[in-house]
C-alpha cells in the first residue's frame, strides 16, 4: 500500500521549487474547474466544511451582504449556482466540527478526502501517485522563521505564467494591509522593534504540554487538549479545545484579517474558510500537532462516544468511489492510514510546568525541588464553583479595551485565598478559570486580548505582565445565528488565570470585592462592528 508522506511547506524557501507547492497549485486548478455542485469540486470541498451559498441554510447571512460567496472578491472566482440537490447538501455540507472533542477526528478524515480528490486529480496531470498536502509550521520546525506564509502563495501567477489557484485576494494578516504572517514567540522575538509586537506574540503550541485529551489536571487546563464531550457539534459554541482555542482560532482570524467591516479575509469565518488553499496546510499543521501529541505518549479518548463517534455520522465524497463513512477511531492512528510527517518532533518540555511554577510563587517550593513528581495525567472530578461575574452583557467598544468589573462572592473568596494560603505538594491550589460567556456578533476577523488588573494607559511591560490570553472570534457569525443549531447562543471560552489570581493574593488584592478584567481587541473595531459578552466569569476548580 502506499505510503504517504506530509513535507514542510517552507522546503525550498516556500517557493514553487518545493515540487509540493507546485503540484498542489495544480492540482487545485484543476478542482476550480469544476462546478459548485460537483462532489469533486474546489467549492464543493469548501461547503463541506461551511457555505454562505444557499439562502435557506440556517447560516446563510442575513440582510444579504458578505461573506455570502457571491460577495467575494476574486481571485478566486468562487460560483453560487448551480447547486446540488437538497439531499446532497444535507448529507456533505456544513459539517466542520468545533468547539468538541471530535474537532481533530472530522479534520484529519476531512484533510485525507479533500487529498484523495488532489492526488487523482495531480495524477492526471502527469504527477507524483504519493503526493500529499504539505504543512505550514509557522513555529518554525527545523527553520528559524517560518511565521510569514509561504511565498507560493503570494504570487498572481505559476513559474509558467499561468494563473496561481493558491493566490487569494482577501487575505489580510494581522496589520490589515495584506502582510501575512502569523505572530508566534519566534516573530515577537524577531521583530522587537515593530511598535505592533506587544499587540501580538499570542499565538503558541503550549497546549501540546498537556496532557488530557478532554478534562484537566495539573498539566492540562479545561476544557482538555482535544475539546470537550459534545455531540455533533456545528456551530462551535461550546468551549473551544486548547488546541483549537491556540494556535487554531488565532491563525484563522490573523491570516484572514479585516479592511472594513464586514469585509474580512475568507480565513477568518468558518462559511467560507476552506475556500482559501492556505486553510488546508494550516489544517495540516494542528493535525500535526496532534500526531506529535500522541507521539509523545498522550492518549486519545477511550470512551465509546468518542471512538464511534456522534449520531449523526461524518462522511466524505472520494473519486470515483462510494462516498466515505468514518469513525474518530478509524482515523486516531496516522501510522495505521500510512500517513507520516516530515518533522514530529515534539518540542521540549517547559523547564519549569505550570504548576510547578505556581508553587515557587506561593513559596510551597524552592526551584531546587522542581524536580519532584507533581501529580498529572489523572482528571479532576471535583464540580467547580462560581467565584464571581460581572453585572450585565457589555459591548465592545470602536475605541480599544473595556474595562470589566467581575463582583466576588465572599464565601467562595474566602475558600479561595485558604486554598492558596494551605497549598503545598500534597493540598495543591484551586485552578482559577475566567470564562467568556455567550460571545454574539458578526466581526469574526476580530482577536480578543484579556487582562486582569490592567492599569488605565499602562506601558507595554506592564500589559505583557498582565496578559492573560487571547482568544479569537472565529465562527462568531454563525454561532450568533438565532435560527441556528444553539439558538444563536454565541461563542463561549475559557482562560486558566490561576497565576494571575495568585499574584493578586500574593499582593493582598484578592480580598477586594471584585476582579478586574480587560478585552482589548488586537486592532481597532471597524465602526460597524458589533460585539457583545454575555457574561465574564469567575470560576474556582478544586484539586
Known amino acids: 500500500m502506499m505510503n504517504y508522506t506530509r513535507v514542510n511547506a517552507w522546503n525550498d524557501g516556500g517557493t514553487f521549487d518545493n515540487p509540493a507547492l507546485l503540484w498542489y ?28 451559498v444557499n439562502p435557506n441554510t440556517a447560516w446563510y447571512p442575513s440582510p444579504l451582504a458578505f461573506p455570502a460567496w457571491g460577495y467575494i472578491n476574486t481571485p478566486p472566482a468562487v460560483p453560487t449556482s448551480p447547486l446540488p440537490s437538497q439531499s446532497t447538501q444535507d448529507k456533505y455540507w456544513n459539517q466542520c466540527q468545533h468547539g468538541s472533542w471530535y474537532f481533530l477526528p472530522w479534520h484529519r478524515g476531512y484533510l485525507m478526502a479533500l487529498e484523495a480528490q488532489l492526488r487523482a486529480d495531480i495524477v492526471s496531470l502527469g504527477g507524483p501517485d504519493n503526493w500529499a498536502l504539505p504543512y505550514w509550521d509557522y513555529f518554525g520546525g527545523t527553520q528559524p522563521d517560518q511565521a510569514p506564509i509561504p511565498p507560493a502563495f503570494t504570487t498572481p501567477t505559476l513559474p509558467d505564467g499561468t494563473p496561481n489557484a493558491l493566490y487569494v485576494a482577501m487575505r489580510y494578516g494581522p496589520d490589515n494591509n495584506g502582510n501575512i504572517y502569523i505572530p508566534t514567540k519566534v516573530w515577537e522575538d524577531t521583530h522587537a522593534d515593530d511598535p505592533n509586537w506587544h499587540q501580538f506574540g499570542d499565538v503558541t503550541n503550549v497546549c501540546l504540554q498537556n496532557d488530557l485529551y478532554t478534562g484537566t489536571d495539573a ?24 488546541i483549537e482555542k491556540n494556535p487554531h482560532d488565532l ?13 474580512y479575509g475568507v480565513m477568518a469565518d468558518p462559511g467560507t474558510a476552506a475556500l482559501d488553499p492556505i486553510f488546508y496546510l494550516h489544517h495540516c499543521n494542528i493535525d500535526r500537532m496532534w500526531a506529535v501529541w500522541n507521539e509523545a505518549g498522550h492518549a486519545n479518548p477511550t470512551d ?11 462522511v466524505m465524497p472520494m473519486p470515483g468511489s462510494e462516498p466515505w463513512t468514518y469513525t474518530p477511531a478509524e482515523v486516531e492512528n496516522l501510522s495505521s492510514l500510512n500517513y507520516a510527517y516530515e518533522d514530529a518532533a515534539a518540542p521540549p518540555k517547559l523547564a519549569q ?115 492573560v490570553g487571547s482568544v479569537g472570534l472565529f465562527g462568531l457569525r454563525r454561532a450568533s445565528v438565532k435560527h441556528g443549531a444553539h439558538g444563536g447562543s454565541g461563542l463561549s471560552f475559557i482562560l486558566d488565570i490561576s497565576r494571575y489570581v495568585d499574584k493578586l493574593y500574593l499582593e493582598n488584592k484578592l480580598s477586594e470585592g471584585d476582579i478586574q478584567v480587560s478585552l482589548v481587541p488586537s486592532g481597532a473595531l471597524p465602526q460597524a462592528a458589533n460585539i457583545e459578552v454575555g457574561r465574564v466569569s469567575i470560576y474556582r476548580q478544586p484539586n
Open 25 to 52: 497549485a495544480k492540482g487545485v486548478g484543476k478542482m476550480m474547474g469544476r462546478q459548485l455542485n460537483d462532489p469533486a469540486s474546489w467549492w464543493f470541498f469548501g461547503a463541506i466544511h461551511g457555505e454562505y
Open 304 to 314: 465509546p462516544n468518542w471512538l464511534n463517534g456522534p449520531a449523526q455520522q461524518f
Open 353 to 467: 510546568s505550570l504548576l510547578a511554577s505556581r508553587l515557587v510563587n506561593l513559596g510551597v517550593i524552592s526551584s531546587a525541588g522542581l524536580a519532584m513528581s507533581l501529580p498529572s495525567g489523572k482528571a479532576v472530578t471535583k464540580p467547580a464553583e462560581l467565584l464571581g461575574a460581572n453585572a450585565s452583557p457589555v459591548r465592545l467598544s470602536h475605541g480599544g479595551g473595556t474595562p470589566i468589573d467581575v463582583k466576588l462572592h465572599p464565601d467562595v473568596q474566602n475558600r479561595v485565598v485558604a486554598s492558596l494560603k494551605m497549598a503545598s505538594a500534597l493540598a495543591l491550589p484551586d485552578e482559577l478559570y475566567l470564562k467568556l460567556e455567550n460571545v454574539r456578533g458578526t466581526q469574526d476577523a476580530t482577536v480578543l486580548r484579556v487582562y486582569i488588573d490592567l492599569p488605565p494607559q499602562a506601558d507595554a511591560a506592564t500589559r505583557r505582565a498582565q496578559y
Open 251 to 263: 491563525v484563522h482570524v490573523y491570516v484572514g484579517g479585516n479592511v472594513s467591516s464586514p469585509d
Open 219 to 242: 498539566a492540562t487546563p479545561l476544557p482538555g487538549f482535544g475539546g470537550p464531550q459534545t455531540g455533533f457539534e456545528h456551530s462551535g459554541s461550546s468551549p473551544h479545545g486548547n
